[in-house]
């Protein structure tokens, strides 16, 4: 167990549509990372988050949002939901500064639009 | 576009065979190469990771080469066991205040007992 909780661990929802998911970080991990894992291009990063502040993006779309909340806890918005957008969603956290900047995962959201 | 290639993206190995997969990177502005392991319906795990100063790290039956001039790292699983089939992935962590991680294709790799 890495102690990063995802929720839900599985989602079905019909194209159009709009959904969120959640991530709690591990105990005193600041940095919130979201990552899209899919068959065709492997796992992507999406965004990542860093006490409550945006710190990086990556290949997020315009219909993606995400935000970290002041428990630290994170959400990621998908909207306007297309087929393609049907993949694994990862979480991951880290705590920042020193060297210690390893990031544990998630268990994922499987997110599957119909 | 991708900044870290992997191969091979499958991998037959008999039970006690070394294991071998090959990352290459492009930018130079990596800072720590991890390698992850993830079994179906989990999310990848820390396995072991190097820093760029060193050629060479082992842990048990786990050992990263790495070729700063060549932009080359490999993992080899030695003694490969049944329990290691899994996806492995390199991964590389870019420098400065972001840190996110940028990972290869993975390697699907299967142990034959």
Redesign the interface.
């Known amino acids: 167990d890495s102690g990063v909780t995802q929720t839900p661990k599985h989602l079905i929802t019909a194209t159009g549509q709009r959904v969120t998911l959640r991530c709690s970080p591990r105990s005193g991990d600041l940095s919130v990372y979201w990552y899209q894992q899919s068959l065709d291009q492997g796992l992507q990063f999406l965004i990542q988050y860093y006490n409550g502040e945006e710190r990086a993006k990556g290949n997020i779309l315009e219909r993606f949002s995400a935000q970290q909340f002041p428990d630290l806890h994170s959400e990621l918005n998908l909207s306007s939901l297309e087929l393609g957008d049907s993949a694994l969603y990862f979480c991951a956290s880290s705590v920042l500064g020193g060297g210690n900047t390893e990031a544990f995962f998630g268990q994922g959201t499987r997110l599957t639009v119909v | 576009q991708q900044q870290v290639k992997q191969s091979p993206q499958s991998l037959i190995v008999q039970k006690g065979g070394i294991s071998i997969i090959n990352c290459a990177y492009e930018n130079t502005a990596f800072d ?1 190469f ?1 390698w ?1 392991q993830q079994f179906p ?6 396995l072991i ?1 190097i820093r760029p100063d060193v050629s060479e790290k082992k842990e048990g039956r786990f050992t990263i080469s790495f070729n700063k001039s060549a932009k080359q790292f490999s993992l080899h699983i030695m003694d490969s066991q049944p329990g290691d089939s899994a996806t492995y ?1 390199c991964a590389a ?1 870019t420098l400065g ?10 390697t699907q790799l299967t142990v034959l007992p």
């Open positions: 720590y991890p992850y319906g989990k999310g990848p795990a820390l990771a992935f962590r205040s972001a840190r996110q991680l940028t990972f290869g294709s993975g």
